[in-house]
C-alpha cells in the first residue's frame, strides 16, 4: 500500500547544498517524489558547537514499509559520507522520517512521527512546505505547533534552481532595458 511519508534533511558539513540536492534524487528512487521545499539555514540545536545547517523536507508517496524506508535513508546517509561518532554532532547528512502516513511507529531505533518535529522550526516549516495539511496520528494538524516555535531563526534560502530561473530572468529583463533585442531574441530563441 502506497502512504505518503516526509522525510527531513540536514546538512553543515562540506558542500551542505550538493549533499541535500543528491539526497533528494536518490530519495526520489525510493517512492514518487510529491514536493520538495526549499533550503532553510538554521543555527544547530543541542549537541557541540558546530556551524549552521541546511535543512529541507520531501514527500513521498511511498510502499516501503517505515523500517525499509529507514534502512534506504541510513545506506543514503552512509553514501554521502555520514559518520555517526557524537549524537547531535556535525554530519554531512542527516534524514529523518518525519511521517510516515497516520502511523504511529515505536521500534528500536524508530519512532514516528519523529518526536520533536513539534519543537523544531527547522523542521516544521520545510514538512508544512512540502505537505501543507499534514496532520499527527491523532488528527491533530501539524501546523498548530508552528506558533509554539516562531521565535527560533530560520532563514529560508532560494532554491538553486529557482536561482537559475532568476538570473536568466535578470540577464532577460537586463537586455531588453538595454536595447540589446538581438541578445533577448539569442536568450528566447
Known amino acids: 500500500m502506497t502512504v505518503r511519508v516526509v522525510i527531513g534533511l540536514g546538512s553543515n558539513l562540506g558542500d551542505r547544498e550538493s549533499h541535500l540536492t543528491a539526497a533528494i534524487r ?14 532553510y539555514e538554521t543555527a544547530p540545536v543541542g549537541g557541540p558547537e558546530q556551524g549552521p545547517y541546511l535543512n529541507a523536507a520531501v514527500a513521498l508517496d511511498s510502499n516501503l514499509s517505515a523500517r525499509a524506508l529507514l534502512d534506504e535513508c541510513l545506506r543514503i546517509e552512509s553514501t554521502h559520507g555520514r559518520e555517526r561518532r557524537q549524537r547531535w554532532g556535525p ?49 491533530t494538524p501539524v501546523a498548530t505547533f508552528l506558533p509554539a516555535v516562531a521565535d527560533q531563526e530560520v532563514r529560508e534560502l532560494v532554491p538553486a534552481g529557482q536561482r537559475a530561473l532568476t538570473l536568466a530572468a535578470i540577464a532577460f529583463t537586463a537586455a531588453a532595458a538595454l536595447g540589446l533585442w538581438w541578445l533577448v531574441d539569442w536568450l528566447v530563441g
Open 26 to 39: 536518490d530519495l526520489g528512487r525510493l517512492g514518487e517524489l510529491v514536493a520538495a521545499s526549499a533550503f
Open 91 to 139: 554530519r554531512t547528512l542527516d534524514l529523518d522520517i518525519l511521517l510516515d502516513g497516520n502511523e504511529t511507529i515505536e521500534e528500536d531505533g524508530l519512532k514516528v512521527p519523529h518526536p520533536r518535529l513539534h519543537e523544531r522550526r527547522f523542521v516544521l516549516e520545510p514538512l508544512l512546505a512540502v505537505w501543507p495539511q499534514a496532520t499527527l496520528p491523532d488528527g
